[in-house]
């Protein structure tokens, strides 16, 4: 075989896995994306706005959003602890709290709603202490949260623990050799350095949030108008045979996440020199 017949083979094999690549991304994420959007819209905007607009599908983008806006915050405070825990100190435990940390997954999200169940429902091993006191979790908003935060929690962890691993401590260190408190060396030194991949790990848990499915199915108990988020009631209405107000739901939700997706694309684009020159 000839030297220009070597050079020209890995050509064409790159070719051919571009396109495979792409047409399986084709197939299997922008068919599918098209077709909502075409559905949704199948009977002109007007009956694509009545549908996002009516009062139960308000009520769901209402809830969709606040448990997105609990449920986030508190996975980021629990990120950004875990992970400043497992890079900068040793300690016995600390490779089974990284396996702990991926539990969620690994576990199915219908198992995850069924376990907060089993703990807070009726029957469940807190029910009647809660019911006691007139607190209700299962089937309520403190349920969805519960379940949301247990199936996000891993996301902004894990965007944080291998780049804080990576940098050591050396930085913090040195500034609390200079005087500076534990909130300045944080505020002042490690946050900075971990901005993009916080930043990253946020957007990747509010995604995941809002886009929820199998674990507040499980805690939500389906009441109309009250406790179901957007994938929910998108199921309502396609078990209806309400085939466009649920696309239209649906191309809602899929633009929230195109959303999510155009944030991240523009935050690499802004920051990929410096995001270059750190890894």
């Not at 694509?48 to 308000?58: G, T």
């Not at 299962?138 to 965007?159: K, S, Y």
């Amino acid at each position: 075989m000839s030297r220009r017949n070597q050079l020209r083979e890995p050509a064409a094999v790159k070719i051919l896995l571009i396109a495979a690549a792409f047409a399986y991304f084709a197939i299997m994420l922008l068919l599918p994306l098209g077709a909502v959007l075409t559905e949704g819209l199948k009977k002109g905007w007007e009956a694509w706005l009545a549908a996002v607009s009516e009062p139960d599908a308000r009520s769901a983008i209402k809830l969709t959003l606040l448990v997105a806006a609990i449920s986030v915050p508190l996975n980021t405070v629990f990120g950004i602890a875990a992970a400043w825990l497992i890079s900068k100190y040793n300690f016995r435990g600390k490779p089974m709290l990284i396996t702990l940390i991926d539990l969620p997954f690994s576990v199915s999200p219908v198992v995850s709603g069924l376990v907060f169940v089993l703990l807070f429902g009726a029957q469940g091993w807190f029910g009647s202490w809660l019911q006691d006191r007139d607190i209700q979790i299962i089937f309520a908003l403190p349920g969805l949260v519960l379940a949301t935060v247990f199936v996000t929690f891993p996301f902004v962890a894990r965007q944080l623990i291998p780049l804080m691993t990576f940098q050591g401590r050396a930085n913090e260190e040195a500034a609390l050799t200079l005087g500076a408190s534990g909130w300045q060396t944080f505020w002042r030194v490690t946050l900075p350095n971990i901005r993009f991949a916080l930043l990253y790990g946020v957007l990747l848990c509010n995604a995941r949030a809002m886009g929820e499915f199998g674990a507040v199915s499980v805690v939500s108990g389906h009441i109309r108008g009250e406790t179901n988020t957007m994938p929910l009631h998108v199921e309502v209405l396609y078990n209806e045979y309400n085939f466009v107000a649920a696309f239209a739901v649906a191309s809602l939700l899929a633009l929230l996440a195109l959303i999510t997706l155009a944030l991240k694309s523009l935050l690499e684009w802004r920051h990929r020199d410096e995001l270059a020159a750190r890894f």
